[in-house]
C-alpha cells in the first residue's frame, strides 16, 4: 500500500524538527566545551571582563607554585581588575617558597592596592606573603606570628644499629650531604646549618621591619617564633585590623576602589567544576577500603610533597609530613 501525501509530509516535517534539535544539541554542547576548555587553561572566567575586585586564595603549604605565580601577574596586567584581596590560610612552608610569593604580590601592589585578610592562620612563610601586601585585615582568633626560620632531620642511627645495618661512603669533604639522618651529627655540621638558619632568619625579620610600622627591636621583641591570636597581633602591629572581608574591601574603597564592585575570585587552573584533590582522594580510599584518615595520606603522598626542599618557615607541621 503507498504512503498517502499527508504521511509523507509529517515524515518530512518531523525529519526538519530532529535535524534542527540534533544541530541546537550540538551548539550547545560546542559551546560548552568551549567554556570548560577557556576555564582550564585559565583564561577569562564569569564576570572577569567587567570591572570588579579579585580574590586570590593562598592555603596550604607554600611551596614554589608556578600556578600562583602566574595568577597573581594575570591579576597584575588584568584591565578589569581594581583592587585585590589575598585570602590568607597557611601554616607556612618553605622559605624560598614564601620569598618567590612574597616577590610576586610586591610587584601587584606596584599596580593595584592589595589587601590580606587572614582567616584562620598567617604563620611563618604565610605571614610574610602577608606583610606583602599594604594592609592586614585579620580575624579576632585568627593564629598569626611564627616568624622564623628551620630545618629538620631524621636520626636513624640508633635504629640502624638495632637491624645491623651499617652505612660506607666516600665523599670529598666531612659536610658534603651533612648532616645525614645515617650518621651523628657533628658540632660543625650544626654550626653549618645554624648560620644558615641565622642569615634566612635576619632576611626574614628585615622584611618585616620593611613592611611593618614597627622598630627593628620592636621585630625583634616578636620574631621569637610566637604566635598570636588576632587581637594580640593587632597590638604589637603585625596586623592592621580585624574582620573579615567586608573590612578587606572597605579599605580598597578608601584606596579609590568602587565599593559596588563585585569581588571575584580567581581560582586556579583546572579548578572550579572539577573534582577537588580530596574528593578523589577519599573516592580512592572508598575504591581501595582504606581506613578513615587514609584520604589524608593519599593527598599528602600525592598532592604535597612528603618533605620540602631547602630552608622552612612553618609554624607546627603536619605530623603526618614531618614525623614530629
Do not use: C
Not at 600556578?67 to 618553605?94: C, F, M, Q, Y
Not at 605571614?127 to 630545618?151: E, F, K, N
Amino acid at each position: 500500500m503507498a504512503p498517502r501525501a499527508d504521511d509523507l509530509i509529517d515524515r518530512r516535517r518531523l525529519r526538519r524538527k530532529l535535524t534542527f534539535w540534533r544541530i541546537a544539541a550540538f551548539a550547545v554542547a560546542a559551546l560548552a566545551l568551549v567554556g570548560a576548555s577557556t576555564w582550564m587553561v585559565g583564561g577569562d572566567f564569569a564576570g572577569a571582563r567587567a570591572a570588579h575586585i579579585a580574590k586570590v586564595r593562598i592555603e596550604g603549604t607554600i611551596t614554589e607554585d608556578e600556578e600562583l605565580l602566574e595568577r597573581l601577574e594575570a591579576v597584575r596586567k588584568s584591565s578589569a581588575v581594581e583592587g585585590v584581596i589575598l585570602s590568607i590560610d597557611s601554616p607556612g612552608g618553605t622559605t624560598a617558597g614564601g620569598e618567590a610569593i612574597f616577590d610576586a604580590v610586591r610587584k601587584l601592589a606596584a599596580d593595584k592596592p592589595v589587601v590580606a585578610q587572614v582567616g584562620t592562620l598567617a604563620a611563618s612563610a604565610g605571614y610574610m606573603i602577608a606583610s606583602a601586601s599594604d594592609h592586614i585585615v585579620a580575624r579576632q582568633s585568627s593564629i598569626v606570628g611564627s616568624i622564623g626560620v628551620l630545618v629538620q632531620f631524621p636520626d636513624v642511627t640508633g635504629l640502624m644499629e638495632k637491624l645491623g645495618i651499617k652505612l660506607e661512603e666516600v665523599k670529598s669533604s666531612p659536610l658534603k650531604a651533612e648532616p645525614s639522618p645515617f650518621n651523628p651529627t657533628t658540632e660543625e655540621e650544626r654550626a653549618m646549618i645554624r648560620s644558615m638558619i641565622l642569615d634566612s632568619y635576619d632576611w626574614f625579620v628585615g622584611l618585616v621591619d620593611e613592611r611593618r610600622p614597627m622598630t627593628r627591636s620592636e621585630v625583634a621583641a616578636v620574631a621569637d617564633g610566637s604566635v598570636f591570636t588576632g587581637r594580640q597581633a593587632l597590638q604589637k602591629k603585625l596586623v592592621d585590623e580585624l574582620g573579615g572581608e567586608d573590612q578587606a574591601k572597605a579599605w580598597l574603597v578608601t584606596k579609590g576602589v568602587d565599593a559596588d564592585l563585585e569581588i571575584v575570585e580567581w581560582k586556579a587552573k583546572g579548578s572550579g567544576w572539577l573534582p577537588s584533590s580530596q574528593a578523589l582522594a577519599a573516592a580512592l580510599v572508598r575504591i581501595v577500603g582504606l581506613p578513615d584518615g587514609g584520604a589524608t595520606l593519599i593527598r599528602e603522598l600525592g598532592g604535597e610533597r612528603m618533605f620540602l626542599d631547602g630552608l622552612l618557615s612553618v609554624w607546627q607541621p603536619d605530623k603526618a609530613v614531618w614525623g614530629d
